[in-house]
């Protein structure tokens, strides 16, 4: 008799189309890919909202794979965090959280509803602020977001004391459900701050996590995706002096990424205790009204 082979991997960083002008994953290709992929788990962290977990829920569990709620949130710089009056309008900094319970799921809709509400002056986009993250975190489950969260940003700053600063703050918050997130797409600031992150997991006994942050299922979609982003920013192609991803940023398989990271396994390894950690999903209810 045949043992079932134990997973090796689980995507925890995924845009669908729900991330507008982003994401080009429908769900309901999504689901499906997981499962071919012999993925028992796959997470959804849009940017800044939760509008298709509902959607991604039921399809999931239709298909028999776990759906791990989540959202890649905009949060508010640490070190501007001071006096309100003298803040200047700011590019706030990225956190990805995921739901592992059912209080972890009120305390994410919270965080992604009050940005919306009531959106802070000193950033230019519904960002969340860190009052917020201190008063919501728990359920949550919390990654470091690579160079795009403030860990990341302040290595490359090279201001390494304040990015272990705020990787203390993090854990302050979040204990064992935070962990430091390594990606692997190519980029040259990947790479000059992964040793530093490496050094912040080793000296604070923080686990690290290997993600690759998904917009489209495959490389075929790069240059489909590449003109999603063009419009989304009322550029062209051609143009220099804009946002981009590159060909690595698609659903790769558990395969790819465990020959990515053959030299960090627990990386690898983690993804799969993590979704083992998230005991939630979204089910369909009748109107309250």
């Known amino acids: 008799m045949s043992k079932t082979p134990q997973p090796s991997f689980v995507h925890l960083r995924t845009h669908s189309a729900y991330s507008l002008a982003e994401g080009a994953i429908k769900l309901k290709d999504l689901v499906p890919l997981a499962h071919k992929m012999s993925m028992p788990a796959v997470a959804v962290t849009d940017t800044g909202n939760l509008y298709g977990a509902l959607e991604f829920s039921l399809t999931a569990a239709k298909t028999g794979v776990q759906p791990i709620v989540g959202c890649q949130l905009w949060i508010e710089k640490p070190e501007q ?3 309100q009056k003298n803040r200047k309008v700011e590019i706030p900094d990225q956190l990805v959280v995921l739901a592992q319970s059912e209080q972890g799921y009120k305390n994410l809709m919270k965080l992604v509803s009050k940005p919306f509400i009531s959106p802070p002056e ?3 986009r519904p960002a969340v602020l860190w009052a917020d993250l201190e008063t919501h975190a728990e359920g949550l489950i919390c990654l470091t977001a690579g160079i795009k969260g403030a860990v990341g940003r302040q290595l490359l700053e090279n201001r390494a004391s304040e990015a272990e600063k705020t990787l203390l703050r993090l854990k302050d918050l979040f204990g064992d459900r935070l962990y430091i997130e390594l990606e692997r797409h190519g980029l040259a ?101």
Not at 242 to 267: C, G, I
């Open 81 to 83: 965090n001071a006096d």
């Open 189 to 289: 600031d990947e790479v000059a701050i992964e040793d530093g992150l490496l050094d912040l997991a080793y000296a604070h006994n923080v686990p690290i996590v290997a993600t690759n942050d998904c917009y489209f299922s495959d490389p075929d979609m790069y240059e489909a995706h590449d003109a999603l982003l063009c419009i989304a920013q009322s550029a062209y192609v051609q143009d220099t002096n804009r946002r981009r991803v590159t060909p690595e940023h698609y659903f790769k398989s558990a395969e790819q990424m465990v020959e990515l990271f053959k030299d960090l396994p627990e990386a690898v390894e983690n993804t799969v205790n993590i979704a083992r950690r998230c005991a939630f999903m979204l089910k369909e209810e009748k109107p309250f009204l």
């Open 122 to 124: 000193h950033i230019d």
